[in-house]
């Protein structure tokens, strides 16, 4: 056991490295192409030069997938796959460097051009794959090591160990080898998170402001708690819409695309024709989110609506259409405008409550990993908010409940690389 954590101190250290100068990869490349959310390398300001711009993105995507598009991730969920089975230790032959070569660069590529996907997904499968092939140098199993590398290079990115923990353990095979380890993850985590900030030091800096929540009183609670249900149930909906349509999108990009090049072009365009009509629709969404607080009270909720839609339809042209990365911060974002739809159209609904709500719902209706995403989410949220976090997910999870096998269950990748 002892070793074991010393590996994890070591190995979680050196991920958490990685994954620093994968995102600083990320966002320099995003500074070289975007100037916040105008290209900066095509002449004028007019809107065609984003759609030009997401569509040289969807050209590359194309380019980086062709002749291996069945086997190469699309999203969180092919990622945790992946993971699952090295910890399984089903796959026989550690992850092809080829493959994993493949999927950083496309998730770089994605991400730099405006993907409305988080990077947690290519840092999943860089971390899976990191420790798969240097499980023997090392002299322990596969499973430890991706798994340990997977805590280190993830708690950075969630600010803390516990949700780099709980993303895998809550759901997916293996579990009783991932709550073995939760010791040496922990230990993983903890170097990791510290490597990363030494790496990319701006990184710890984001955190929402939102009006502070009144629960001095009993009753200020319940209203509290009540708020913020109610806030989490159109989010809820738009959560499910995003979980629903992705499959069914992919299925109709296929057919009315066949070829993967031209295919990721068509998502391309589609994703800067969203940026056209909002450019807060573009990239992740976890950097948008302030703006989008701050936006309360200046718009009309038909306004906040519209972008939800349009965030959602950008979000599906990415993940239908070849480009790799995360779903967990645009579904955030969605849900979060999503409630602010409800506390534009009522002004007696706090703010604070139905957006760290909403945010939650959304997050845990697509994941169905509601400690995960409450644990994420703290870390963007003020610690003040746990309760409505903790509102919106179970009311995320209760919808997803009673839905049971209605709701379509994510396929990923693992085995087929």
Not at 57 to 75: E, F, K, Q, S
Not at 189 to 211: I, W
């Amino acid at each position: 056991m002892r070793r074991t954590l010393w590996l994890a101190l070591v190995l979680g250290a050196a991920v958490g490295a990685i994954a620093g100068v994968y995102l600083e990869a990320v966002r320099l490349t995003q500074k070289l192409l975007w100037d916040g959310t105008d290209p900066r390398l095509l002449p004028g300001d007019g809107a065609w030069q984003v759609v030009v711009l997401c569509a040289a993105g969807g050209v590359a995507v194309g380019a980086i997938r062709l002749r291996h598009d069945r086997d190469t991730p699309h999203d969180l969920e092919d990622a945790l796959a992946g993971l699952d089975a090295v910890v399984d230790e089903e796959r026989k032959p550690p992850i092809k460097v080829s493959y994993l070569a493949r999927a950083v660069v496309l998730g770089v590529v994605s991400l730099a051009f405006g993907a409305s996907l988080g990077p947690e997904a290519p840092l999943v499968v860089l971390a899976t794959g990191l420790g798969d092939r240097v499980a023997r140098i090392l002299r322990t199993s596969r499973s430890e090591a991706a798994l340990i590398s997977a805590s280190g290079a993830l708690s950075g990115l969630f600010g803390g160990p516990l949700a780099a923990i709980a993303l895998p353990l809550e759901r997916g095979r293996a579990s009783a080898q991932k709550v073995r380890l939760i010791g040496a993850s922990l230990v993983a985590g903890v170097a990791g998170l510290v490597t990363m900030l030494l790496v990319v030091p701006a990184s710890h800096g984001l955190r929402y402001d939102l009006p502070d929540l009144e629960t001095d009183s009993a009753r200020e609670l319940v209203g509290s708690i009540g708020w913020a249900a109610l806030g989490a149930l159109p989010a809820v909906v738009a959560g499910l819409a995003l979980l629903i349509a992705t499959e069914p999108v992919r299925r109709l990009a296929t057919r009315l695309a066949p070829s993967t090049l031209p295919r990721a072009v068509a998502g391309g365009a589609v994703l800067g024709l969203c940026g056209v009509v909002d450019p807060l629709s573009l990239f992740s969404g976890e950097h948008q989110g302030q703006e989008l607080i701050d936006s309360a009270g200046d718009q009309a909720p038909t306004a906040f609506l519209l972008l939800a839609v349009v965030k959602l339809v950008a979000t599906l042209a990415c993940l239908g259409t070849g480009w790799f990365g995360g779903q967990i911060f645009p579904t955030v974002f969605v849900g979060m405008a999503a409630a602010m739809v409800l506390t534009e159209a009522w002004s007696a609904v706090p703010l604070g409550a139905a957006v760290a709500a909403g945010g939650a719902a959304a997050a845990t209706a697509v994941l169905r990993r509601p400690l995960a995403v409450v644990l994420i989410l703290l870390f963007f949220f003020p610690f003040g908010a746990v309760l409505p976090l903790a509102v919106g997910a179970a009311v995320a999870a209760l919808v997803v409940s009673l839905l049971g096998d209605r709701l379509p269950e994510p396929e990923g990748i693992g085995g087929q690389h």
